[in-house]
């Protein structure tokens, strides 16, 4: 079947409904699960945080909320698998900025708003596009 990127529904709206409340800005936040042996992701569980760059053209996850969804996520036995973020009027592909922030393994989920549309990228030194299913 390949490597993909499993999203609950209400993970999924959870994202989505956070994008579209921080429209036109760029909202953010961290995706919690696992990743099994043949590379697939599991999300479990999405965290927001404040973007503390406040701009519609890019992204920084606050670190009191980086540091507070790092202890959360320990607490519940999981880890950090990813960081999501929306495109304000943009397409839901990585930009630039994201390719050079991008790091090796790390699952990113981007949304574009206000039309939605969600899609999953994980970094080998490109973007590599992950199909995503629900359960």
């Known amino acids: ?18 994008a579209l409340e921080e429209y036109p800005g760029e ?3 961290l995706l919690a699960g696992s990743r099994s042996e ?5 999300v479990m569980a999405d965290y927001r945080t404040r973007n503390s760059a406040a ?5 920084e996850v606050d670190p009191e909320d980086m540091y507070r969804v790092l202890m959360e996520v320990e607490r519940r036995g999981m880890e950090v698998i990813g960081a999501y973020h929306s495109h304000p009027l943009g397409r839901a592909v990585p930009s630039r900025l994201d390719e ?3 790091h090796p ?8 708003v206000p039309r939605v549309r969600i899609r999953a990228f994980l970094w080998e030194g490109r ?9």
Do not use: N, Q
């Not at 079947?1 to 956070?18: S, T």
């Not at 701009?55 to 992204?59: F, I």
């Open 27 to 29: 909202a953010c936040g």
């Open 38 to 42: 043949d590379g697939s992701f599991r």
């Open 127 to 135: 973007f590599v596009e992950l199909p995503i299913t629900g359960r």
């Open 105 to 112: 393994g790390f699952l990113y989920v981007i949304i574009s």
């Open 1 to 18: 079947m390949g490597r993909r990127v499993l999203i609950p529904g209400d993970v999924r709206e959870e994202m989505v409904g956070h």
């Open 55 to 59: 701009s519609p053209l890019m992204y």
């Open 100 to 102: 050079e922030r991008a």
